[in-house]
């Protein structure tokens, strides 16, 4: 069986990679803009498939379809990383922001989950998608951000209803402040002293953290969870 991962080349993604190939015997299919890491070159348990940063989330969903199909890979579960993020006021917003992120954070995601989904029906499996805090507390500065992540929460927790009876289950999972390239390019040290402030553990989460959970979501230790959103931000409150 493979687990597909959807953005495994940096961040949440990658470090979620690492974690399933430490901790099961599965096999990863990744899915990036960026070549396969050079640390799993010769990895044979993850194979690799690159897009194009410029490619139509439909016709992006249906060359993956066919290359899943062409190597006869069993889905077991799928697991949404992908995301951008472009800071700016809900009232200055630009419009090639509104149109990237919601492209790659919101379309690609409903598109590759409107073509891999048939290929779980039959045997059950799991979908897992990384939202954010920010759309649970409307962080300020982010508010186009804020309303991808909370348009592919409904969607996938919608999916969750209509596909539970073929034993598929969907989940959401929050991060909150996560040391990651994003994290590094958009918040500012004053930013981030302020969200470990509010939050109870009082840091910053790590990739591995959230991988941890992503792994667990798609594990049969979780297999009574469904259309549930996972909050792990450390408690944060903004």
């Not at 010769?42 to 690159?50: A, P, Q």
């Not at 590759?112 to 998608?129: D, E």
Request: glycine share 6%.
């Amino acid at each position: 069986m493979t687990e597909i991962i959807f953005g495994a080349s940096s961040g949440i993604g990658l470090e979620t990679v690492k974690y399933i190939l430490s901790n099961s015997d599965n096999h990863i299919l990744g899915i990036s803009r960026r070549s396969k890491p050079s640390e799993f070159e010769f990895n044979e348990r993850l194979s690799w498939f690159k897009y194009s940063e410029n490619e139509d989330p439909e016709v992006l969903a249906e060359n993956l379809k066919s290359h899943i199909n062409s190597n006869k890979i069993e889905v077991s579960s799928l697991i949404l990383c992908a995301g951008i993020l472009n800071t700016g006021s809900a009232i200055s917003f630009k419009a090639i922001d509104v149109d990237s992120m919601f492209k790659v954070n919101f379309f690609y995601h409903i598109y590759i989950v409107r073509a891999l989904v048939p290929k779980m029906l039959k045997k059950g499996g799991s979908i897992v998608a990384v939202s954010s805090s920010a759309a649970e507390n409307n962080s300020e500065g982010r508010s186009i951000y804020n309303s991808t992540k909370s348009a592919l929460e409904s969607f996938v927790l919608t999916l969750g209803q209509e596909v539970g009876v073929k034993g598929i289950r969907a989940n959401i999972v929050r991060p909150g402040l996560t040391n990651t390239e994003i994290m590094h390019s958009t918040t500012s040290q004053n930013g981030k002293e302020i969200f470990i402030e509010s939050s109870a553990l009082k840091r910053v989460s790590e990739p591995e953290d959230i991988a941890s959970v992503i792994y667990f979501l798609i594990s049969d230790m979780s297999k009574s969870i469904s259309c549930a959103t996972i909050s792990a931000h450390g408690g944060a409150r903004v």
